[in-house]
């Protein structure tokens, strides 16, 4: 497995030795022993949560505070997404700055989301089916998010607003506190 930090400290895109044949492929999507030593640290999760969404659909950017802040290790089984994190670490000397990422089925890469990150993909394809490990258990009270339009953040999502698909709580989101 090839592990990149990226300019976010402690954010990693993971990306798997595939074998591959002319009867498909295989690779390990996670051991808990590799990821361990390639992060430098033991993360153990917890709970597996699935979404399906459909082209245009934008989720995020979400995140749980406090005791219940979430570390995530995030993937696409089907289709392909534009992944986004931002650091809302207040003591971060990257505060406020994000990464942005393509996930799909066909690169097979992860990535690797730390406590104190907001978290949200926009699906590219026309389906995607995303998968994510969290070393918390979700809590709808400790729930919160930052808006995906926020002009702080300036976020390229790579498509035009007028054709995202949002829940009408993403839509209602706050900006960053700066």
Same mark, same amino acid.
């Given at each position: 497995? @090839? ?6 400290? &402690? ?15 295989? %690779? +390990?999507? %996670?051991s808990h022993k590799s990821f361990s030593e390639a992060i430098g640290r033991e993360v153990i ?9 459909? @082209? &245009? ?7 749980? *505070? &406090?005791?219940?802040?979430?570390? *995530?290790?995030?993937?696409?089984? +089907?289709?392909?997404? /534009? ?6 670490? @207040?003591?971060?000397?990257? !505060?406020?700055?994000? $990464? =942005? $990422?393509?996930? =799909? =089925? +066909?690169? @097979?890469? /992860? ?6 990150? #907001? ?8 389906? #995607?089916?995303?998968? !994510? *490990?969290?070393?918390? !258990? !979700?809590?709808?009270?400790? +729930?919160?998010g930052i808006r995906y339009d926020d002009e702080t953040l300036g976020i390229d999502w790579g498509i035009s607003m007028d054709h995202l698909i949002l =829940? ?11």
């Amino acid at each position: 497995m @090839k592990v990149t930090e990226t300019q976010l400290q &402690g954010c990693f895109v993971l990306e798997p030795k595939i074998f591959e044949d002319d009867r498909g492929f295989f %690779y +390990e999507s %996670y051991s808990h022993k590799s990821f361990s030593e390639a992060i430098g640290r033991e993360v153990i999760f917890v709970q597996d949560n699935f979404s399906f969404s459909k @082209k &245009g659909v934008l989720r995020g950017l979400h995140y749980q *505070k &406090g005791e219940y802040a979430q570390a *995530k290790l995030v993937s696409v089984l +089907e289709g392909k997404v /534009q992944d986004v994190v931002v650091d809302i670490r @207040k003591d971060s000397p990257t !505060y406020g700055q994000h $990464i =942005s $990422i393509e996930l =799909s =089925s +066909e690169n @097979k890469r /992860q990535l690797f989301v730390p406590r104190g990150f #907001a978290h949200g993909f926009l699906v590219l394809s026309e389906t #995607a089916r995303f998968f !994510y *490990k969290c070393d918390n !258990y !979700y809590n709808k009270e400790s +729930e919160e998010g930052i808006r995906y339009d926020d002009e702080t953040l300036g976020i390229d999502w790579g498509i035009s607003m007028d054709h995202l698909i949002l =829940s009408e709580r993403d839509r209602s989101l706050p900006p960053i506190k700066t």
